[in-house]
């Protein structure tokens, strides 16, 4: 097995530190549902109960389960790229929709909206896995 095919909970354990562990793929499903909630609420109005719902648990599990974790997500906002991640991606979301409706093609429709989520939780699912991969790869470089 090469550096780059390394698993991610060797990766925390070569940082030095076992106290940074990466987070539970189950935590990007959660965000990746948050940031198709917009569509998700447009394409079915009466899912707004569920959307909150999951919003409750989101964030209780963030503080409790997630606890442990809490150091790298702190790692994680640090850095500029995370920033600049998580304002990309509210600005694809206003921004194709604001250029999709002066184009004259707003999305109305509930298959359009639910394509909108559907490319938006991969994208967020996606781009969060990749940060937290470059950070503990990160960490894990300037403490070997």
Do not use: C
Not at 53 to 66: E, M, P, Q, Y
Request: glycine residues 8%; positive net charge.
């Amino acid at each position: 097995m090469t550096a780059t095919e390394a698993p991610r909970e060797s990766l925390a354990t070569a940082a030095g530190d076992p106290a940074i562990k990466p987070l539970p793929t189950w935590f990007f499903g959660f965000e990746g549902m948050m940031s198709a909630a917009y569509d998700l609420f447009k394409a079915y109005p009466q899912s707004l109960w569920v959307l909150g719902a999951l919003g409750v648990v989101n964030i209780v599990a963030s503080l409790t389960v997630l606890r442990s974790r809490l150091q790298l997500a702190k790692r994680l906002w640090r850095g500029k790229s995370t920033r600049k991640l998580a304002v990309g991606l509210v600005a694809l979301r206003l921004g194709s929709h604001a250029v999709l409706t002066a184009a004259g093609l707003a999305v109305t429709s509930t298959a359009g909206h639910l394509g909108f989520a559907v490319v938006m939780a991969a994208t967020t699912v996606s781009l969060l896995w990749f940060a937290q991969r470059t950070a503990l790869r990160a960490v894990a470089d300037g403490r070997a």
